[in-house]
């Protein structure tokens, strides 16, 4: 991406600043004193910033975000009559890749589920990642099912095998897409065997618990030769309460959305109530599980911010 002279790319927040892409290279920054001190936003990958040397001096406007609430304490933090927050964490972002692994760890379904409605909450188009297949072909194909209602795209990869790394760039080229999924689930070693160059750390699995180590503690712009940039976020185990509104849950899930205007009640939770026409929709319109994934998120976004975290990963 050619930028103006003035211009960069933010890749990650480094000690005593920013790391910032450049037409020139790459360079630290720091952030202009009076920027420092609002409180409303804040500098994330992907930001486009103008520079004066090394000073940022602004954050260009961005064409999208991807953020979650942000954690809030009894103070004056917490926003004034208790008003939800939000905290961006990657900028100007084109797609979500949900990353998950055939086997070590085992893939979750629901958490699956988690993220695609972060990202359609987000208001960002999402696929599917099913990484080491080499250690079970046969996951890829039965989330391919499970999802087919959905309409996200499952692109099966190995990085031992060297399988599906060619469609994969064709996935990312030209665009922003931030890498996200459980831990262990291989995200930076795709992004190791596209750009060999970056060396982004890699962990085992743990034997005890059979989950991925953390190994990127923080979300990164990386950018990769011939395709564009990606953000690797940090490694979850749980997608937690990131402010989605329940009344508007349901259009986080694609397969719900031509029912959702012929419900009987315009209040319609699809919860039990009479005359849900996503609930009567025909045998295979809905798919069953995500149905109860969709209970259960919808369970874990009613409950107060202070408690959401007992909700999690059912």
């Known amino acids: 991406m050619s930028l103006p002279p003035t211009s960069g790319v933010v890749l990650v927040r480094a000690a005593g600043g920013y790391r910032v892409h450049t037409d020139a290279g790459e360079m630290i920054v720091t952030l202009r004193g009076k920027l420092k001190h609002q409180d409303d936003d804040r500098v994330v990958p992907g930001d486009v910033v103008t520079l004066d040397g090394t000073t940022i001096t602004e954050i260009r ?64 188009p999402a696929a599917i990642l099913v990484n080491k297949i080499e250690l079970d072909p046969a996951v890829a194909p ?14 099966p990869t190995s990085v031992k095998a060297n399988e599906g790394l060619a469609a994969l760039r064709d996935l990312l080229r030209g665009r922003h ?35 991925g180590k953390h190994t990127t503690t923080a979300a990164e712009l990386v950018p990769v030769a011939g395709v564009g940039y990606v953000v690797d976020t940090p490694g979850l185990r749980e997608v937690g309460a990131w402010g989605i509104d329940p009344n508007a849950l349901g259009a986080c899930f694609p397969e719900f959305r031509p029912y959702l ?15 849900c026409a996503v609930r009567a929709a025909s045998p295979g319109a809905v798919e069953a599980d995500r149905l109860l994934s969709y209970e259960r998120i919808y369970e874990e976004v009613s409950e107060p911010s202070w408690s959401s975290g007992r909700r999690r990963g059912r």
Not at 268 to 273: D, G, Q
């Open 142 to 155: 039965a989330l391919a099912a499970r999802f087919a209602r959905a309409g996200y795209q499952i692109l």
């Open 177 to 211: 897409s931030v890498f996200t999924g459980p831990s262990g689930a291989g995200k930076s070693s795709l992004l190791n065997a596209l750009e060999p160059g970056l060396k982004l750390r890699v962990g085992a699995i743990s034997e005890k618990w059979r989950t």
């Open 61 to 124: 406007p961005r064409r999208s975000v991807l953020k979650r609430r942000a954690a809030q304490g009894g103070g004056a933090g917490g926003g004034a009559g208790g008003a939800r927050r939000f905290q961006p964490i990657a900028a100007n972002v084109d797609q979500v890749i949900v990353v998950t692994s055939a086997r070590d760890p085992e893939p979750s379904p629901r958490m699956l589920d988690r993220f695609l409605v972060i990202a359609e909450a987000n208001e960002l």
């Open 261 to 275: 205007d012929q419900c009987r009640f315009d209040n319609c939770r699809h919860l039990a109530e009479p005359g």
